[in-house]
């Protein structure tokens, strides 16, 4: 009897692929930097980069979700920009994606683990020391949690997703509780006056809001593990966003209508600090303990993601062979999930989450978000509107906005960061123009037709 070859199983539902992003994207993230926000703003109308954040992250998702549901393979990006610049310039494009994300996806999982450490200090005061080994620690026991089947990580998403819910529930009916939950709304523009100063501000603090919403497009990287991903993948990723800008809104509202803004400004532990003030010492270290645990979900689901990058390249022989490996038993890209989390590991030991967050953006925004939205705009005009089963409204004013925020980000990352993205970008040429003469690269061939649109058997 022949042995079947390990493949990709579509076992994730839409259940599953909302759970994974929401909880993606809900990490650390939110806890750690309102205070940031709101130290930049220097006003209670500090609730407008939160918006910012959301508008970006709608717009941004109809690109997503274009190219989702008519390219679901494993890899996401890596697919949209090799089909969308083609034959000529796709290799290049997508293999300074995996490229790049050899190095910002590690960034993305030890952000998570440094402020998991950071947050933890709230019990222990840890030392410097302290901190990266417990967050090392961190990302060791994610990796081993992931050494499993698809469908058994569908479970523990969904789990990790009720306790995200269940922690930002509470956390926003405390500021209902009290009686004052509509203040900061009505006290929003207090102070408020459109300068140059303030937009300054806004995108700086944009910087901010907008890694707390990174995730909601977590789903493409896993699509060919999503069951219907021509429907399932543009609909996880706005059910996604449109939870999560509910519950961080209303999260701010809340803590903005019980803690004093200079409070707000000044606190390490904003939200336990919040919950302290309401109902006591206990309940603060309450919340505290579910904060790590959002955070340990988002780790979790963001190492998954990223796990599927190299492999998807590398299967298509566009990044170094080694990755083109799943495990004989368990059917996931094990060698790539054990390189991102042993580079994450050290990243978790080297870095301070505030460089983290500024490097993570500054890296993506030129190859990924802003190469990735022009390359839809060659597919459709390579290939028509009906290569395409979802189709973005408005086509392609979304786009041209979003690309127009990426500019503004990528500027307000400041200059350190913008060199540094550029100092990646021109390594992976270098890198490139090596593997080719090596040949250690080789198929430039686009996706077979039944890979763009599986067939319900396939899906």
Sequence with gaps: MSQVKPHLDRKLSLLHATAINMIDMVGIGPFVVLSVVAQIIGGPYFLYAWIAGAVLSYLDAMVWSQLGAALPRAGGSFHFLKEGYGKKWGPLMSFLFVWQTMIQAPLVIASASIGFAQYASYFFNFSFIQEKIVSGSVVILVISLLYRKIESIGKISVFLWVGVLGTMGWIILGGVANGHFLDPIKHINDGFSMQHG???????????????????????????EI????????????????????????MNISVASVLPL???????????????????????????????????????????????I?????????????????????????????VLGGIAFVFSLLFRLKEVIDAILAMRIMIQFIGQAIGLILLVKRKGNSFFPWKMPLYPLPLILAIAIWIGIFFSTGQKMMISGLVVISLGLVAYAIAKKMKWIGSD?????SDRHPTDEQA
Excluded: W
């Design 198 to 224: 303030f937009v300054a501000a806004l995108g700086f603090a944009s910087v901010k809001t907008i890694y707390s919403y990174l995730g909601y497009y977590n789903v493409c990287h896993l699509g060919g």
């Design 310 to 338: 190299p492999y998807a390249a590398a299967q298509n022989k566009s990044f170094f062979g080694y990755f083109n490996k799943l495990h004989p038993t368990l059917h996931f890209p094990h060698r790539s999930l054990l």
């Design 227 to 250: 069951k219907n991903p021509s429907k399932n993948i543009p609909r996880s990723m706005f059910i996604s966003i449109t939870g999560i800008a509910i519950l961080y809104l209303s």
């Design 262 to 308: 200079n409070t707000i400004m000044n606190s390490k532990y904003v939200v336990s600090d919040y919950i302290k003030t309401l109902y006591g010492a206990h309940a603060g270290a309450f919340v505290t303990v579910l904060i790590l645990l959002v955070a340990f979900a988002s780790l979790f689901s963001a190492t998954l993601g990223y796990s599927r």
């Design 445 to 449: 061939e686009l996706l077979a037709t």
